[in-house]
């Protein structure tokens, strides 16, 4: 009966070590966790940021397309009124797209 009794108590110490082990596993666990959740804040505020700027050069990028329209149209009807030279030079100008500076 003495045997059995210490194999119990053996058993019911292992059984607790298991569990300690288990909660300081989930307490790291529950940091890393947290961890993680404060960087999906951060990068969902970052998103946020990128949006908005997307946006603003959507709308920069229509302004320029409609001013350049314009400005075509203007220098083509300028052109019909000047000399040849003058047209031809508008004319090949106008051909050449203009170089689009990206922001860093």
């Given at each position: 009966?003495?045997?059995?009794?210490?194999?119990?108590?053996?058993?019911?110490?292992?059984?607790?070590?298991?569990?300690?082990?288990?909660?300081?596993?989930?307490?790291?666990?529950?940091?890393?966790?947290d961890l993680q959740h404060t960087l999906a804040d951060k990068q969902h505020?970052?998103?946020?940021?990128?949006?908005?700027?997307?946006?603003?050069?959507?709308?920069?990028?229509?302004?320029?397309?409609?001013d350049a329209t314009e400005l075509k149209g203007s220098l083509k009807m300028?052109?019909?009124?000047?000399?040849?030279?003058?047209?031809?030079?508008?004319?090949?100008?106008?051909?050449?797209?203009?170089?689009?500076?990206?922001?860093?």
């Amino acid at each position: 009966m003495r045997i059995e009794k210490e194999q119990l108590e053996k058993t019911v110490n292992a059984l607790i070590d298991k569990a300690q082990d288990c909660f300081e596993i989930a307490q790291t666990q529950h940091k890393a966790a947290d961890l993680q959740h404060t960087l999906a804040d951060k990068q969902h505020e970052n998103a946020n940021k990128l949006e908005t700027s997307a946006d603003k050069l959507d709308t920069i990028g229509d302004a320029l397309t409609t001013d350049a329209t314009e400005l075509k149209g203007s220098l083509k009807m300028g052109a019909r009124q000047t000399s040849p030279r003058l047209r031809k030079l508008i004319e090949e100008t106008l051909h050449e797209p203009a170089p689009i500076a990206i922001p860093k």
